[in-house]
């Protein structure tokens, strides 16, 4: 069965550049969900989109901005970063207003030297 | 306040025994699901099981099932016949609201070890 795709899987960045990561949700999955996960820790939710509209906003600096594209996939578009943006960011989609379950896309390890 | 608990930091276990991971969670919400997540040290994170908090029955899928004590806000994973390939960082966490485009929240994961 098809799963979320990101890309890239690795991502190595320097101090105040900026980084633009992809995802793309299991088809008719309408919602798209993004988390951080730092080193050690567990995955901390960023933002999400349901229909392609932002349905909800954690815990993501100003730095960073997200979109869902008419295809529903999504860009999380990072700038000026900083070396505790290192972490593994991970995708998930889901169909909205369901109980079915997030699934996560393999993750994106950002590294920032 | 935390709202999913995950008071085993790391647990080693025989391969073949079977395993309980414990989950407590905090929610004055009537309507919430709770779900486990596998991710082993190559990073994925792979979705193993889920709950319903009006599900009347125990959720089973394979050899996992889910210790399911409402009263008590208890979700607890339970791996039967455990293997090598189980070894891995085991997540708990919490959906609030059982419809719509709600964030997961996570506990801090259980890591564990199946030795031969």
């Known amino acids: 069965a098809a799963g979320v795709i990101q890309s890239p899987r690795h991502l190595i960045k320097e101090k105040r550049e900026t980084a633009t990561l992809k995802c793309y949700p299991i088809p008719r999955h309408d919602t798209v969900y993004w988390y951080q996960q730092g080193p050690g820790q567990d995955p901390q939710f960023l933002i999400s989109f349901y229909e392609k509209m932002q349905s909800d906003k954690g815990s993501i600096p100003d730095r960073f901005s997200a979109q869902q594209f008419s295809d529903y996939h999504s860009e999380l578009n990072m700038s000026s970063l900083e070396l505790g943006d290192s972490a593994l960011y991970f995708c998930?989609?889901?169909?909205?207003?369901?109980?079915?379950?997030?699934?996560f896309g393999d993750g994106t390890r950002l590294s920032i030297l | 306040a935390q709202k999913i608990t995950q008071t085993q930091p790391g647990m080693f276990v025989q391969e073949k025994e079977a395993v309980t991971l414990d989950c407590t969670y905090d929610?004055?919400?009537?309507?919430?699901?709770l779900f486990w997540y596998k991710q082993p040290s190559s990073g994925e994170m792979i979705f193993l099981i889920y709950q319903g908090s009006y599900d009347q029955q125990n959720a089973t899928e394979g050899r996992y099932s889910l210790n399911f004590q409402k009263a008590r806000k208890s979700a607890n994973l339970v791996i039967s016949a455990s293997q090598l390939g189980d070894s891995a960082m085991y997540f708990c966490?919490?959906?609030?609201?059982?419809?719509?485009?709600?964030?997961?929240?996570f506990g801090q994961g259980t890591r564990l070890t199946i030795n031969p």
């Open positions: 929610t004055s919400d009537p309507s919430y699901g």
């Open positions: 966490a919490m959906r609030e609201g059982l419809l719509g485009a709600q964030k997961l929240v």
């Open positions: 998930a989609s889901s169909v909205g207003y369901s109980n079915q379950p997030q699934h």
